[in-house]
């Protein structure tokens, strides 16, 4: 008797231990299954990471370029502005030197209009004196009389400064 209940608990014990080990030969098959899902992960992982690292150095090198590109930009923004400046300040000194001029060619028309023997009346700008011929009638040239050599240029002046107006 004493045999056979060995016997009996020896069959529980394999029993209980073969249950053991078909529960641990389960877990070892899911641990190895997700093992190669880990190592699948392991692997995305990676690639991504390297994918990232390129774009990272994509950027960088399009950002140096990009600081590069508006270095020059700013660059020839601050040429193009001085060449505006000198062009104004060029442009202000032909102003001056302009109105300096009309101012002068005013006077001088002033003058011209005075009598030249200093009494003080003005005579009729020889324009004036003469009609204006009408589309009717045929233009007929005159030629001027002579100047005396001292007038010639005022008049010149004066027949330019009218124009320009």
């Known amino acids: ?9 020896m069959i529980v014990l394999l029993l209980v231990t073969s249950f053991w080990c078909v529960r641990v030969h389960r877990r070892l098959a899911a641990l190895r299954t997700g093992q ?8 995305a992982l990676a690639a991504a990471t390297e994918r990232a690292e390129r774009a990272v150095q994509e ?8 600081a ?6 700013e660059s020839e923004l601050r040429s193009r502005r001085e060449e505006l400046q000198r062009t104004v300040e060029a442009a202000q000194r032909m102003q001056r030197r302009l109105e300096d001029v009309l101012g002068r060619g005013a006077r001088l028309i002033a003058e011209l209009r005075t009598d030249p023997r200093g009494s003080g009346t003005e005579s009729t700008p020889p324009q004036s004196s003469a009609p204006e011929p009408s589309e009717s009638q045929p233009r007929q040239e005159e030629e001027p009389a002579p100047e005396p050599a001292r007038r010639r240029p005022a008049r010149d002046l004066l027949q330019a400064l009218q124009t320009l107006r």
Do not use: N, W, Y
Request: hydrophobic share 50%; aromatic share 4%; proline share 0%.
């Open 59 to 66: 950027m960088k090198a399009a950002g140096s370029q990009a």
């Open 1 to 9: 008797m004493l045999g056979t209940v060995l016997d009996l608990t």
């Open 36 to 43: 190669s899902e880990i190592a699948a992960f392991v692997e």
């Open 68 to 73: 590069a590109s508006r270095e020059e930009q």
